[in-house]
């Protein structure tokens, strides 16, 4: 029996696609951050950014490409002059680069949006790859809206790229309208019926709308597709995208069905998510499929005493495989700098600066004095509070009275470019008076779009991570606190989010 199985080519967008969820967008250090773990983590792929969508963008894809070296570092561009040349650009440094570049190909996109005859889409396409191959010998073409094109229109266009230089070919499910059976129909179509079409490699990236991402993405695999594009927690456009853990733990839990392997490293799969959360902002649901809190944890009895006398009567994969297992290695204040280095390196977070290890080591130490047990969790939560943009605004101290029968009010200091500056406001809660008594003195005309807390750990000595979710002129930033005590957490979110609103170097979406 031939047991040889397929590459499948895992392609990460978080820092592409991940960054267009409505508030999730992030700094070019938090990109570097991210973009080192999945490095470590062995994705092939990673797209980090849209190079021409602004000069952050640009510097974001620059830089990542600089620290990458193990993985292929790519930006997208549509299929037009200086989107390629201005990715070209990006990717200069970048040990191995590719160039994505797409339009769309769906009556309803061609008619509408893009308001071009067909014929002409095809022809910019072939422009565009042949283009892109100057900059490099690695390009990737993208039929926006594939899943609803013409298969005519489809096969001729693939056919050309392919023809013009294009390794891969990505057939997206850009609005999350696709069906398992349908979409994995479509690719062993094209597959038979595009003359050249062992001349690439073919892709999906799915959008979650119906909450198909990942099934699409793995029907796509059955039927000849070889690389998955996908995010950390799923994060991505609306409702998201295919999520990284569950493409890659499917395929290696089902090996005897998947005829691919991938090259990744699962065991940095869940501080990857974590720090993804914590620098997004966005939480990881409780009961998300293997980096939620609950995916390893049995509550009924009978499933208890199961796993107990036999692990695998209840559980298909091993907490530790991926990431959970040897990630609760507990410190507390009488570690000194090396533990708490060593760990940090262990969880990806390597310190250049000695001043920002002064830094971290300072809040681990101020947090070990609240806190009995400091948990990886905790040491995530520690570094995203560090690496905050230039702090325009900082927390002095707060002082909330809440009685019942009475309404709570806020006492306090903020510093507002170094200077103390009091407040103070009631509210219909301890996080309203907070937040009016911020407002009173800020007057940032911000509205307040999201407030979320979570338990960082288990137990009542649990910090409380918050998020903070303002908009301002279009435009949206999440703050993230965190502190045990969740009054402290709310301010500090809060005052994070109008830094990022004030910062210059904005964490800013991509077109
Ligand atoms: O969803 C989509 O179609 C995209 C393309 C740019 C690949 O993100
Ligand atoms: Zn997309």
């Known amino acids: 029996m031939n047991t040889k199985k397929d590459k499948l080519v895992i392609f990460d967008t978080t820092l592409r696609d991940g960054e267009q969820s409505p508030g999730a967008s992030m700094t070019k250090d938090e990109k570097i951050r991210i973009a080192k773990m999945l490095e470590r983590m062995?994705?092939?792929?990673?797209?980090?950014?849209f190079a021409i969508a602004s000069q952050g963008d640009f510097d974001a894809v620059q830089a990542v490409a600089e620290a990458v070296k193990d993985s292929r570092v790519c930006s997208l561009a549509r299929a037009v002059g200086p989107d390629i040349i201005r990715a070209g650009e990006a990717l200069k440094k970048a040990n191995a680069s590719r160039i994505h570049t797409f339009i769309a190909t769906s009556p309803i996109h061609m008619k509408y949006k893009l308001q071009m005859e067909p014929e002409k889409v095809l022809e910019q396409a072939v422009a565009a790859v042949k283009h892109a191959r100057q900059f490099t010998d690695d390009v990737e073409f993208s039929l926006e809206?594939?899943?609803?094109?013409?298969?005519?229109?489809?096969y001729r266009i693939i056919e050309a790229v392919i023809a013009a230089g294009a390794g891969t070919i990505n057939i997206p499910d850009t609005v999350g309208y696709g069906e398992p059976g349908e979409y994995g129909a479509m690719f062993r179509r094209v597959?038979?019926?595009?003359?050249?079409?062992?001349?690439?490699?073919?892709?999906?990236?799915?959008?979650?709308?119906?909450?198909?991402?990942?099934?699409?993405?793995?029907?796509?695999?059955?039927?000849?597709?070889?690389q998955v594009e996908c995010t950390i927690n799923g994060l991505g456009e609306r409702a998201g995208n295919a999520s990284l853990e569950e493409i890659v733990m499917a395929v290696q839990t089902r090996h005897d069905l998947y005829p691919v392997e991938t090259r990744i490293d699962p065991s940095h799969i869940v501080p990857t998510s974590r720090m993804v959360s914590s620098i997004t902002g966005f939480p990881v649901q409780p009961n998300k499929a293997i980096v939620?809190?609950?995916?390893?944890?049995?509550?009924?009895?009978?499933?208890?005493?199961?796993?107990?006398k036999h692990r695998e009567t209840y559980e298909i994969m091993r907490a530790e495989d991926v990431g959970w297992g040897n990630n609760r290695l507990v410190l507390g204040k009488h570690s000194g700098r090396a533990a708490v280095k060593a760990r940090y390196e262990e969880l990806g977070h390597s310190?250049?600066?000695?001043a920002e290890f002064q830094l971290v080591f300072q809040r681990f130490k101020d947090l070990a004095d609240k806190k009995h047990e400091i948990f990886d969790e905790d040491l995530q939560s520690i570094m995203a509070g560090a690496q905050e943009p230039v702090e325009r605004y900082r927390l002095g101290s707060i002082d909330v009275h809440s009685r019942s029968g009475n309404r709570p009010r806020a006492q306090m200091q903020i510093l507002i470019d170094g200077a103390e500056v009091n407040a103070e406001a009631d509210g219909s809660g301890p996080v309203d008076a907070t937040f009016k008594a911020i407002e009173s003195v800020v007057k940032s005309a911000a509205d307040l779009k999201l407030y979320s807390v979570n338990a960082v750990t288990q137990g009542t000595d649990s910090q409380g991570s918050v998020t903070v979710r303002l908009e301002r002129?279009?435009?949206?930033?999440?703050?993230?606190?965190?502190?045990?005590?969740?009054?402290?957490?709310?301010?500090?979110?809060?005052?994070?989010a109008l830094n990022l609103l004030a910062s210059g170097e904005s964490k800013r979406k991509g077109v």
Do not use: K, W
């Not at 939620?292 to 107990?308: K, P, R, T, W």
């Not at 310190?351 to 000695?354: A, C, E, S, Y």
């Open 42 to 49: 062995r994705v092939d792929v990673i797209e980090a950014g």
């Open 145 to 154: 809206d594939g899943s609803r094109s013409e298969p005519d229109f489809m």
């Open 191 to 226: 597959i038979e019926n595009v003359p050249n079409s062992d001349q690439a490699i073919f892709s999906t990236h799915c959008h979650n709308d119906l909450g198909l991402a990942v099934a699409n993405s793995l029907s796509a695999v059955m039927n000849g597709v070889r």
């Open 292 to 308: 939620g809190a609950n995916a390893f944890a049995h509550e009924s009895g009978i499933h208890q005493d199961g796993v107990l």
């Open 351 to 354: 310190f250049d600066d000695p």
């Open 473 to 496: 002129d279009g435009r949206l930033v999440n703050g993230v606190g965190a502190d045990t005590d969740i009054l402290v957490a709310s301010a500090q979110a809060y005052l994070d």
